[in-house]
């Protein structure tokens, strides 16, 4: 009766994480179609994959150019986060200062604050500064959310780390500074770098800022989601080789860095 | 005093945060009071005018209406679904690192890749359609006005189940293993032990769950704009696309912004009612 219960639950799980897979082994799949094979109805399942479609957005598409300015965006804003929120991060872990858990929470309720309502603002302070498709300015707007994020993020690794070891360190004559950068940081450092994969990924997906901020030079791979549609009718192949492309590397990390999915999604308010 | 020297740290990611935050929150509301348009210069102060525009907008309260339509069967199936699909992996299967391994792909893919992705699988003759008529014979036009924003959900849906999966099964792992133990000498069924046991502890991962699924969903764009852009008419424009049609569309800026700021002010209760909790759990904690 436990073993038949047991076999059941074991069908019913491959089943549903088949179906929640198909969508993206879908997307994987159709790249490598022609464009016949995209729209054939009913869908061919088995057919000579074709790499015409990643041929056509490296060649005629420049999709290089999009990933570069993607990871130059992405980089930058990571390692500018957590230097920002790092710093932050320790002070409100160790510190004992009036208002402090007041702070904590105004970071949480700003990392809140919808891209699309402040999107335009941004637009105008963009153009007056002649700052309008440029990388920087995606840069540093992403540090409104990713800061906070990374602040509540490191806070709790920090905090897992026992103050018995900094004391000993501090009574040697070692500096505050010393102290985080020679006993916290090695400490937390699988932390650090889950924060800093969950930052780089969340400003690879970026789009609402992206997409108003950038017309050319520093677009970045979510906005060039409307070069395929064309009067022609949505380019169909090669938009699932880029797609296919563009989503590899949070997957891939983000696999790697499992373990602390749950703390990055909930900002550390679950344990993973 | 030197002791604490330190605290100071704060300072700089604090002051860049706050300077990002509120110079275009204060914009926003500034704007809002003035009769905008995008592009142009000059502006005539209106006071509240534009709030009261709002409050009297049909357009406006759909789009309200057609958010709420499109949060509320979202985050409620991906908790029950989550739930569920939790429990499976928990009750002692094979691969279960495995499967909760991959579950994450869903969360971790662009928003717009998913729009577009799903935009084909929705059409006509797409993936979708093939297997409603394998199964039901049947297919749908899901850009018509009555299925849309169900198309909407039900990608939503697939991509945040994965998030109630993966904080109810850390907390399914949490349970202790005696609890379970004394409720079976007790006699309780299985269904019982999920209710008095289980499911007390779940509740406040279930909560903190949906506070935050709703005010992600709350500011979703990306995903919407590349799968129906609002659209067809204004089936799928929840208050993000409101809010961009308004501004940018039509090039109401003052208005766009009254929009803009009401959108801000509900996530901020939201937002409220999380610290709230979150200040529970912490003294249960501790």
């Known amino acids: 009766m436990k073993r038949r219960k047991q076999f059941i639950s074991q069908i019913a799980v491959t089943v549903i994480f088949l179906i929640f897979m198909f969508p993206y082994l879908w997307m994987i799949i159709s790249a490598f179609k022609t464009r016949m094979q995209v729209f054939a109805y009913p869908p061919v399942w088995l057919f000579k994959p074709t790499l015409e479609n990643f041929r056509v957005v490296l060649q005629e598409h420049n999709l290089l150019f999009y990933l570069k300015n993607s990871f130059i965006v992405s980089v930058g804003n990571t390692l500018l986060s957590l230097a920002l929120a790092l710093p932050a991060s320790y002070s409100l872990a160790r510190g004992k200062f009036k208002f402090k858990e007041s702070l904590g929470y105004f970071f949480l309720i700003v990392q809140m604050v919808p891209a699309i309502s402040i999107v335009f603002v941004y637009f105008y302070l963009a153009k007056t500064m002649n700052l309008y498709d440029t990388k920087i300015m995606l840069i540093i707007i992403y540090l409104l959310w990713h800061v906070p994020w990374a602040v509540w993020m490191t806070r709790g690794f920090i905090e897992g780390v026992p103050p ?24 937390i450092a699988p932390g650090l770098a889950a924060a800093a994969v969950f930052v780089f990924i969340m400003s690879w997906n970026e789009f609402t800022v992206a997409f108003l901020l950038t017309s050319m030079n520093a677009k970045t791979i979510p906005t060039i989601v409307s070069q395929y549609v064309t009067h022609l009718g949505v380019l169909w192949g090669p938009m699932f080789a880029t797609a296919t492309i563009a989503t590899l590397p949070a997957v891939i990390f983000s696999f790697i860095f499992r373990k602390y999915m749950i703390t990055a999604l909930t900002m550390g308010a679950v344990k993973g | 005093m030197r002791k604490f020297g330190f605290s100071i740290w704060i300072a700089p990611a604090l002051v860049v945060v706050s300077l990002l935050a509120l110079y275009p929150l204060f914009w926003a509301g500034y704007k809002s009071l003035f009769d905008a348009k995008f592009g142009f210069p000059e502006a005539e102060f209106v006071g509240l005018g534009n709030y009261i525009r709002l409050i009297n907008s049909q357009a406006f309260w759909t789009s309200l209406k057609t958010t709420i339509l499109f949060i509320v069967p979202s985050i409620l199936f991906q908790a029950a679904l989550g739930l569920m699909i939790a429990l499976l992996l928990n009750s002692g299967i094979k691969g279960k690192s495995f499967f909760s391994g991959f579950f994450i792909v869903p969360m971790v893919m662009m928003d717009t890749m998913v729009g577009l992705t799903w935009r084909l699988y929705y059409s006509q003759q797409g993936i979708y359609n093939y297997f409603l008529e394998l199964i039901f014979g049947k297919p749908i036009i899901w850009h018509s006005a009555s299925w849309a924003l169900t198309g909407i959900v039900i990608a939503e849906i697939w991509r945040w189940t994965p998030f109630f999966i993966l904080i109810l099964l850390a ?25 008095y046991v289980s499911f007390p502890l779940l ?7 949906l506070i935050l699924r709703f005010v992600d969903a709350m500011k979703l764009f990306g995903m919407i704009f590349a799968m129906f852009g609002g659209g067809p008419g204004n089936v799928t424009e929840t208050l993000p696309i409101h809010i961009y049609r308004t501004t940018l569309l039509s090039r109401n800026l003052g208005l766009g912004m009254a929009q803009a700021i009401i959108l801000i002010v509900l996530i901020l209760i939201t937002g409220i009612f999380f610290i709230r909790l979150l200040k529970r759990v912490k003294g249960v904690q501790e």
């Open chain 1, 164 to 187: 018995s070891l900094e004391e000993a360190a501090l009574i040697d004559g070692c500096s505050r500074f010393g102290v985080l950068i020679r006993i916290i940081l090695p400490l």
């Open chain 2, 203 to 209: 509740k406040t991962l279930l909560v903190i769950g």
């Open chain 2, 171 to 195: 907390g399914l792992q949490a349970v202790p293993r005696e609890l379970y133990d004394a409720a079976d000498v007790d006699g309780a069924s299985s269904f019982q032990k999920f209710r």
